[in-house]
């Protein structure tokens, strides 16, 4: 932990503010990541064979067992489930009125999930650009120091602003990736809620629909004639 914190001491020295910047939104992503999946992990965002097997007994015409599964589902979507498969048994509201009104109940769901990631989204976009950033201002320091070398010009020297120049676009870059793959995988996963939320929904106004038996490819027997 020591050898970590001295290598990242040297780097914000060579650095700069810019990647001082840079490594506080790096923690700030960091931190903002673990709290992201803590919250998914408690909301029980990925379990759903519980809230399957409830729409498959609601599909079945089991409806007083798909209530009580649905009602002991251990996700963020079992309230939805139970809300939409009461409604859709006591009927009291027409199907666009009630479809509304779920969908309505399931955004406020998903949006609990969605919160934060604008800002690891603005992580993601901004952290190359303030690493290129930095860079810039380098290259104009040792350029400035270039001309002011006149005629004893010191190579080392000019490749060593340079490269310290450089390393701000690399701590950026080094920033903005894994925020990029997080976030995606992140959407990812609020996009396979979104679509359970919509099954139940759907599930739930009409029951009994199922996807027909495949059919058989192979050719009908040929009858011979009389």
């Known amino acids: 932990m020591t050898a970590i914190l001295e290598l990242l001491g040297r780097v914000a020295a060579l650095g700069g503010p810019v990647v001082m910047i840079l490594l506080a939104m790096s923690l700030v992503a960091t ?3 673990l709290v992201k999946l803590w919250q998914f992990y408690r909301l029980g965002v990925g379990r759903h064979g519980q809230l399957t ?32 498969l009461t409604a859709a048994v006591q009927s009291q509201f027409e199907d666009a009125a009630l479809r509304a009104r779920l969908s309505s109940l399931a955004t406020a769901r998903l949006s609990v999930l969605s919160s934060g990631l604008r ?7 901004v952290a190359p650009l303030l690493g290129l950033f930095g860079t810039v201002l380098g290259m104009i320091e040792a350029f400035q120091g270039l001309q002011a070398a006149g005629a004893s010009v010191d190579p080392s020297a000019l490749a060593g602003g340079i490269w310290v120049a450089l390393l701000t676009t690399a701590v950026g870059l080094g920033v903005a990736m894994p925020a990029s793959l997080i976030l995606s995988w992140l959407d990812a996963r609020i996009a396979r809620e979104a679509q359970l939320a919509e099954r139940i929904i759907d599930t739930a106004l009409c029951a009994g629909l199922s996807q027909p038996a495949a059919t058989s490819h192979r050719s009908a027997p040929v009858l011979a004639p009389a």
């Open 31 to 33: 931190a903002l990541v």
């Open 53 to 84: 097997a409830a729409l498959a007994a609601w599909d079945d015409g089991a409806a007083g067992h798909a209530q009580q599964i649905a009602g002991t589902a251990p996700s963020h979507l079992s309230g939805l489930a139970q809300a939409a």
């Open 119 to 125: 800002l690891l989204d603005s992580v993601a976009q």
